[in-house]
């Protein structure tokens, strides 16, 4: 089955550092792939997605590119702020379910950015 | 604020009893999806719900139950609870246009504490 595999932190940096998350994908067909945060106390958002090969997908600094060669979907940015602590989950959507797009999360991944 | 509202916020039952999770989605959406999340499973998908009908069950346990009703609302139906159901629930919805990079809003989510 589809399965989604992402670094488990917690990753703890200074304001201003350069954040990588890994992420990278197991699918039969040909997901869509998604970055979703999660604030303390809070639901889910949508931060970025990419629906085919090459796409990067880009919101408030952040971004990650469709990688189907590598199988991946890692997240980056370039200067991480006090309010980017949240937990971050990659996530895909596999278009072979027909008429059900659920989504397959990673563990997610605890951020603390410190000031 | 994502549009879609779950209620209640917080729910704590005793061990053998049932409740009942409600979820509105964004005006407009005729999908919902349920999804738990739990400190070991992480987060799974539940079962998902289509202008009222079931379109697909995921890791749903037998003594758990859903509906969708016309006016699209729908609730996630817990009994003979255990202390493992203990976990955060969330519902999501888009407007599932056939397409699988639809996004998913999800609600704020029902914390259920099962003692």
């Known amino acids: 089955g589809d399965s989604v595999t992402q670094m488990e932190g917690p990753v703890t940096l200074s304001e201003e550092a350069f954040l990588t998350i890994n992420c990278t994908y197991t699918a039969t067909g040909y997901p869509s792939l998604f970055w979703y945060v999660q604030y303390p106390g809070e639901g889910l958002q949508l931060l970025l997605k990419a629906t085919k090969a090459d796409d990067k997908g880009s919101n408030k600094g952040f971004e990650a590119t469709y990688r189907k060669e590598t199988t991946s979907f890692h997240l980056e940015k370039g200067s991480v702020q006090v309010s980017d602590s949240a937990v971050y989950f990659c996530a895909l959507s596999d278009r072979r379910g027909g008429s059900n797009y659920k989504l397959t999360f990673g563990k997610g991944t605890l951020l603390t950015v410190n000031p | ?115």
């Not at chain 2, 202390?83 to 998913?104: K, N």
Request: aromatic share 10%; charged share 15%.
């Open chain 2, 1 to 115: 604020d994502s549009g879609v509202t779950q209620t209640p916020k917080h729910l704590i039952t005793a061990t053998g009893q049932r409740v009942t999770l409600r979820c509105s989605p964004r005006s407009g959406d005729l999908s919902v999806y349920w999804y738990q999340q739990s400190l070991d499973q992480g987060l799974q998908f539940l079962i998902h719900y289509y202008n009222g009908e079931e379109r697909a069950k995921g890791n749903i346990l037998e003594r758990f139950s859903a509906q969708q009703f016309p006016d699209l609302h729908s609730e996630l139906n817990l009994s003979s609870l255990e202390l493992g159901d203990s976990a955060l629930y969330f519902c999501a919805s888009s407007v599932e246009s056939g397409v699988s990079t639809d996004t998913q809003y999800f609600g704020p989510g029902t914390r259920l504490t099962v003692l």
